[in-house]
């Protein structure tokens, strides 16, 4: 009988980020039969905890931060002798690489990067004491993945990390899992209005400030738009509220907060817009043209060349640019809703991660 692979994916939370949706949709698409799947937690409370198959020992560290987790999650990797163990944010990086300090017959170590090194420089969103931890951490794992050729790039050139342990891995795309809910849904809207959603964490990186600005120029044009804006609040909703109120906005705004099925609000939109400063890879954009809606957005990574062709299934803009994000949704009908992707769906996780381990 073939001996499964061994494999522990360290999470912080279940909250609803990008990094984390990844890390699951993985777990569900990989073959049981050729891996035996942990899943450690720092605290493992939050709106993704019931998306987590039944099938796999979840193993909850019960902490409050990630840095006081580091004893703990040493002790269950030399309890649970894992083949691989998977992490996929900063913080989690830094961890797993203090936990394997000394650690004899450590397990393959595999990191993803969450987000574009180049512009989260930029933007100050790595301070230098992270960068020089997440070096370190980086210069220890034996494969670091990026979500694009671009990335992989940057995180040779930026972290100093040598091309041939990085490997680039598409996001996936759990989509019996999406089909399963858009079966026998309602539609959520006023169908006399024209629906538009975004989705993601209320931080400034997603740039729902340019896009409130670009709404009020919207509705001066046409105030049957709506804008429903799916997601956590990350410390960033009273300054958005303020926003609306300052630019009287209050009836053509909604903020959804988590959603257990965003698919819901994605199905019945006229149009998905992203308006992200930077990004890794936008999960919803991959989930909102597998469902055929059209997209708006930002030219917040250059791969989203590969994702968006101008006029057949969306319009790129440029970063911060309220004035051309608010043209190309009031144009949204103009997209001719052709849809060839350049990526496949549904990434043959299991061919990639028993590559990696071989």
């Known amino acids: 009988m073939l001996k499964k692979t061994k494999i522990l994916f360290f999470l912080a939370q279940m909250g609803g980020g990008g990094a984390e949706r990844v890390t699951i949709n993985i777990i569900r698409l990989l073959d049981r039969g050729l891996f035996d799947i942990h899943l450690v937690a720092v605290s493992a409370e939050g709106p993704l905890l019931e ?54 017959n450590s397990p393959k170590i595999v990191m993803r990067s969450p987000n574009s090194p180049k512009l989260l420089l930029e933007n100050k969103s790595l301070g230098l004491f992270s960068k020089v931890l997440l070096e370190i951490a980086y210069a220890r794992a034996d494969i670091i ?63 729902f400030d340019v896009l409130i600005k670009a709404f009020k120029y919207i509705v001066e044009k046409d105030p049957d738009f709506v804008l429903h804006i799916v997601g956590d609040d990350q410390g960033e909703k009273q300054r958005l509220i303020d926003l609306v109120d300052h630019y009287l906005l209050k009836d053509n705004v909604n903020f959804l907060g988590h959603q257990k099925n965003p698919y819901q609000y994605f199905f019945f939109s006229d149009v998905f817009v992203l308006s992200s400063r930077w990004e890794g890879m936008p999960n919803t954009v991959i989930e909102n043209l597998y469902l055929k809606k059209p997209v708006v957005a930002t030219k917040c990574i250059p791969f989203m060349n590969e994702l968006i062709t101008n006029g057949d299934n969306g319009f790129l803009v440029d970063v911060d640019d309220s004035h051309e994000l608010a043209k190309a949704i009031l144009n949204y009908r103009k997209i001719r809703l052709k849809f060839s992707s350049p990526i496949d769906f549904r990434s043959n996780v299991n061919n990639f991660f028993t590559s990696i381990i071989s």
Do not use: C, W
């Open 51 to 104: 998306h987590i198959p039944k099938d796999i020992t979840l193993h909850d560290l019960n902490t409050s931060k990630t840095v006081f987790s580091i004893l703990k999650l040493r002790k269950t990797i030399i309890n649970i002798k894992p083949d691989v163990v998977y992490s996929t944010l900063f913080r989690t990086h830094q961890a797993l690489y203090l936990s394997i300090l000394g650690m004899r």
């Open 145 to 207: 993945i990026a979500q694009t050729p671009e990335m992989k790039d940057e995180i040779v050139k930026y972290h100093h990390i040598n091309e041939k342990k990085v490997y680039v891995f598409l996001n996936p795309l759990d989509t019996d899992s999406i089909d399963k809910k858009i079966v026998n849904i309602t539609n959520p809207f006023k169908t006399k209005d024209i629906n538009v959603v975004a989705a993601g964490r209320l931080t400034k990186q997603k740039g």
